[in-house]
């Protein structure tokens, strides 16, 4: 075949350009001599029979030995190699052939180089994927596991913290009882037992915390009606809406006198935190209204305010734990202040409690702009229980079951 003659005659050239050009020192020249050798010998095959694919055998090769940082650059490395070996056979072809030889090889190479050049990019883009898709899977791993480290400290914390506030709460509380009479230390008092009681609150709330992490919150469902329990909550909320001068307006919406099955103080807890979160980031003068509907097999309650908003790229974050927005530094300090921020637990307690209730929350508000106050309005989404879970009623039964089955038992014996 003509072209394996013209191939013949240059090679030699070519191979030496090629390594003069891409290898330092001896030993790598050496060993990509003996590469670029057998790559050649894949040509001529893949010339002879008119098959590019005779070159895959050593480009699968040079594929597999790029190094980590090449692939962590998603360098194309071999695209670079095969363009030189193009151009300096066009180099050593027209150096040594005819015009026309010259052209004659080049033509038979050319298909051949795109072949290289096209299998070459899609097998590093699919081992560049795999690599990203590896790299991903152990950065969510380490997450999970700083994740659950983050967890366990919160939970061992909050029941080391435990044992010195209860003895703080007992000393002030024999305080006060002796220094009831005397005004001024009563007062001081007074201020270290609110310090207490918002401490207990923490605590309790990194305690939640680490029972929703570890799923080990436990409801206790009853019958519940949304309208009394918001009332409640309302009628509690009413020194610090007065205080604020925020009006809270409980809608008489429909499936809020439903009797839905549900565990009252939890959800208690959950409207508490989405309430006082809406009094905390209203300023003064601002309205609160609680107002919801029932969709299929659902209600929907939805807690809006006028507030500061939240910005659509934190909707999600607030839901975390620590999921605080702002400057802590900068946060007021009361639990009801405008922006009175707390440790960032509140709403991922609440998210953890609608969850186990088999319900969704979400917020959605227009942004955060504390001079507009565009407002937000957070929605939770409810199922209609009207009984409680199986699992719960087995546990109340069981030993209910157990006894009438024993005592048939027993008398069957007597009967005997
Ligand atoms: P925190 O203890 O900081 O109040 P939460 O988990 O209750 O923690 O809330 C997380 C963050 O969500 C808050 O720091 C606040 O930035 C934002 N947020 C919650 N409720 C509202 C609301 N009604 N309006 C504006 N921002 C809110």
Known sequence: MRVLDLLKQVRQRWVERVVHRLARGEHTRESFRQELERYLELVEQAILSGDPGWL?????????????SEQQHHAASLAPILRHILLSLSFVARENLSDADALELLTAYLPLHSHALEYT???????????????LEEARRRLERIDRSKSNFISVAAHELKTPLTLIEGYASMLMETYAQNDAA??????????VQRLREIIDDMIDVSLIDNKMLQLNFQPVWLQQLLGIASHELQSVLQERDITLQLEDFPGSNEMIFADSERLYQAFWNLLTNAVKYTPNGGRITVSGRTLPGFIEVTVSDTGIGIDPEDQVLIFEKFGSLGDASLHSSGRTKFKGGGPGLGLSITKGIVEAHGGTIWVESPGCDEKTCPGSTFHVLLPIRKEAPNEQLNKLFRPMLMETKTNAHAGEKAET
Do not use: F, H, P
Not at 56 to 68: A, F, G, P, Y
């Open 186 to 195: 009563a007062l001081l008092l007074k201020g270290i037992a609110t310090g």
């Open 121 to 135: 990019s899609r097998l590093e883009g699919e081992a560049y994927v795999e690599y990203i898709a590896s790299e």
């Open 56 to 68: 895959n055998e050593i480009l699968d090769r040079w594929i597999s030995v790029r190094t980590q």
